[in-house]
């Protein structure tokens, strides 16, 4: 099965073509951030207008790179949430009516569960039941993984997510958008033991997450030493805060579910510092960590293409209308059985 996958949720257009049996044959992205630098902070209202103007002449640019036509396309699937709501629909209107004109089935994607299987898009792909890390600007979830929908959901920020926090403090420090990338290149030259920052919601039982609080920390060690020449020390203590609250939890988790493997999906997930906090964890405690390849981590159209793909050969199809959700929790989501019965 050959599909198209969109992706509009927020500040990137991502479109890919994936095949069930030849795998990701091409993927294009294009990214708002010089639009929204203008105004430090993603315009939904722009982000909207900007998917609407890239997305098609995108699709030419996929098509032709792949030597595919759109006739050979056997499905669709577009985001459909959770994500600004202008931006998902203008994804799902065309994903919807490029399917109605073609023939062919579409389905609505959520897109925290493509993060989620974009690890699968590797040749070797972790085995279910594994325990997953999404972090991104909108989601820190720590979820369980039996099989495609087969979610549950462990733990999840009670307030800011990670990437949230990341670009809030950002701001705080005075650097510009995007703000988590910029705050983790300006901790490479800190001092991490400079300033220490607390560890939120570790020191009880549980594996919810809470980021907000950092922010007003970060705030304050600003106020008391305003010179430039402590920047890189607070935002290492930021980052060493926030990549140690993230390893916690994480290890709680495996431990509670007593399971070996771990997907850690997201933008945040490109972050170099998680990543060797997790390398040096998985050595000491003996479990596995797999990522996405470095360019799936942020959004893009190849995750939507393979979720899609997914759930269309299980048969899942989306109806005339063009919906799309701007809150969609992840454990809604039906979990797909496959033709023996059993979990996919």
Request: charge should be negative.
């Amino acid at each position: 099965m050959l599909v198209l996958g969109i992706e509009t949720s927020c500040d990137e257009t991502g479109l890919a073509l994936y095949h069930s049996e030849r795998g990701l044959l091409a993927d294009v992205l294009h990214s708002q951030v010089p639009l929204h630098a203008l105004y430090g902070g993603v315009v939904p209202e722009l982000a909207s207008r900007d998917h609407l103007r890239r997305t098609v002449p995108l699709l030419r640019e996929l098509l032709r790179e792949a030597g595919i036509d759109i006739a050979e396309l056997d499905g669709i699937a577009y985001t459909a949430g959770p994500g600004l709501i202008g931006a998902l629909l203008v994804g799902s209107s065309i994903g919807r009516s490029l399917a109605f004109a073609q023939g062919i089935p579409a389905v609505a994607v959520h897109h925290m569960e493509a993060h989620l299987l974009s690890p699968l898009l590797d040749a070797t792909q972790p085995r279910f039941p594994f325990l997953a890390l999404l972090v991104s600007g909108g989601h820190t979830l720590l979820v369980r993984v039996d099989g495609l929908g087969a979610y549950t959901i462990l733990g999840e920020s009670v307030d800011d997510a990670a990437g949230e926090a990341f670009d809030k403090t950002a701001k705080l420090l005075g650097l510009p958008y995007p703000g988590g990338p910029a705050l983790a290149r300006l901790a490479q030259d800190g001092r991490s033991a400079r300033f220490t920052l607390p560890r939120p919601m570790t020191a009880k039982p549980g594996l919810d997450f809470s980021f907000s609080g950092l922010k007003t920390q970060v705030r304050l060690l600003i106020e008391a030493h305003p010179q430039e020449e402590h920047r890189a020390d607070i935002a290492r203590a930021f980052e060493d805060a926030v990549v140690d609250t993230l390893l916690i939890k994480c290890r709680r988790a495996l431990a509670q579910t007593g399971l070996h493997t771990l997907v850690v999906a997201g933008g945040v997930s490109a972050n170099q510092h998680l990543r060797a906090s997790l390398a040096a964890a998985a050595n000491a405690d003996g479990f596995e960590v797999r990522y996405p390849a470095p360019q799936l981590c942020t959004d893009n159209g190849a995750m939507i293409a393979y979720a899609g793909c997914l759930r269309l050969m299980a048969g899942e199809r989306v109806g005339p209308d063009c919906g799309a959700r701007a809150r969609w929790p992840l454990a809604e989501l039906p979990a797909v059985q496959s033709r023996s019965g059993g979990l996919l």
